[in-house]
């Protein structure tokens, strides 16, 4: 009885293991480039970047590529995760204030830096998604400016397609998304799981 029970507790354990979630970075669309351009994102006008997420995911922050006057800098802006630009279901949204700023470099009398903000955690099944930013407050009140990873003859990108409510479609914005996600199982997960099946089928058995 008590090797059946150590058994059943080693095969558990398994499946716990195999629950368990990654964390770290869930989508990334390039660092930031902070030499080819820029779109703004305020004034009421929205930028809207594509993103797929590979497996079932939870999104709690987000660090994007912003252009600033120099000495200025983004406080606050307002994001939306949508099923497509400007419209469809939206799937959560939020006004978030800035938590961090890196500076990356300074071009063309621009101040270029990799600003993260909270995003209130998102559960999203696996699929493509769009991430909406507007409304951008910096701390001088001039324009903040979303980071392009290429430059105006790449609006084709394979990875993101991206948007602008007064141009159309532009090339697409550097920018990470970060949380959890449940791993993709790999071919020795599921034959760990069928053991923890079984062990529990002739944990069952033996009861009876």
Request: aromatic share 12%; hydrophobic share 40%.
């Amino acid at each position: 009885m008590k090797r059946t029970s150590k058994r059943i507790t080693g095969l558990m354990a398994v499946g716990f293991v195999i629950s368990l979630q990654a964390q770290g970075v869930l989508y990334d669309n390039g660092p930031v480039n902070g030499m080819t351009g820029s779109r703004t994102f305020n004034n009421n006008i929205q930028v809207a970047d594509s993103f797929t997420l590979v497996a079932d995911s939870i999104i709690t922050n987000a660090i994007i590529g912003v252009w600033n006057v120099p000495g200025d800098s983004l406080v606050s802006l307002d994001w939306s995760i949508t099923t497509v630009p400007f419209g469809g279901t939206t799937l959560a949204s939020g006004t978030a204030s800035i938590n961090g700023s890196t500076f990356n470099n300074s071009w063309n009398g621009w101040d270029v830096s990799a600003d993260s903000f909270s995003i209130a955690p998102a559960e999203l099944p696996a699929g493509t998604y769009w991430l909406q930013l507007y409304n951008g407050a910096t701390s001088d009140g001039n324009s903040a400016y979303w980071d392009m990873r290429y430059g105006y003859g790449d609006v084709n990108d394979v990875k993101s397609q991206a948007y602008q409510t007064d141009l159309g479609s532009i090339p697409s914005e550097s920018f990470q998304l970060l949380g959890t996600a449940a791993p993709v199982p790999e071919p020795s997960t599921f034959v760990l799981a069928g053991f923890w099946g079984v062990g529990m089928l002739l944990a069952r058995r033996r009861k009876n």
